[in-house]
């Protein structure tokens, strides 16, 4: 676990992210599959993103997390949002941890060509997968995806943020 992770009172390591929505010209998202090596033999999809630097602004995280993970180099305004956000409470590499997630969203004319390079060790350990889904697609998979209720948050996004970012589980 990296540098940005945070230790509160009761032992749980904490840490704030950004995640990126990418949508394609055909309303497929782009979704990452990740593993933790304490719990072999499982595994789950979940948007771009990570953890933000000690100061680092949620859109500036989002754009290098974005480049990191995927290799698209885009500009921070080209992102939309915070469009969610969410506390996530959860078990990796046997600690309790809880992350503060901001959720901004990145539409693509078109499926872009993705690249691996930025990956660090434990990404390169831990990510088994980069794919794009149709929402549908992701409704009727049996597979683990975070958030859950993702196609119905997907559904319910307009073309155009406007308001305040959208609490949800």
Do not use: K, N
């Not at 979704?31 to 859109?59: Q, Y």
């Amino acid at each position: 676990m990296g540098p940005e992770w945070g230790t509160a009172p009761d032992g749980t390591r904490t840490r704030d992210a950004s995640r990126v929505v990418v949508l394609d010209g055909a309303g497929r998202v782009l979704l990452v599959r990740g593993t933790d090596p304490e719990r072999p033999g499982e595994a789950w999809w979940f948007t771009v993103g990570g953890g933000r630097g000690a100061g680092e602004d949620p859109r500036d995280a989002a754009v290098r997390e974005l480049r990191e993970e995927t290799g698209l180099a885009v500009a921070p305004g080209d992102l939309t949002g915070p469009v969610w956000v969410r506390t996530a409470d959860f078990p990796y590499l046997g600690r309790a941890c809880r992350q503060r997630e901001e959720f901004f969203v990145l539409r693509l004319g078109a499926a872009a060509r993705l690249s691996r390079a930025g990956w660090t060790a434990l990404e390169l350990a831990t990510l088994t997968d980069v794919r794009w889904w149709d929402p549908d697609e992701l409704a009727a998979s049996a597979d683990l995806c975070y958030p859950a209720d993702l196609p119905t948050l997907l559904a319910d996004l307009p073309p155009a943020w406007t308001g305040p970012p959208r609490v949800i589980a």
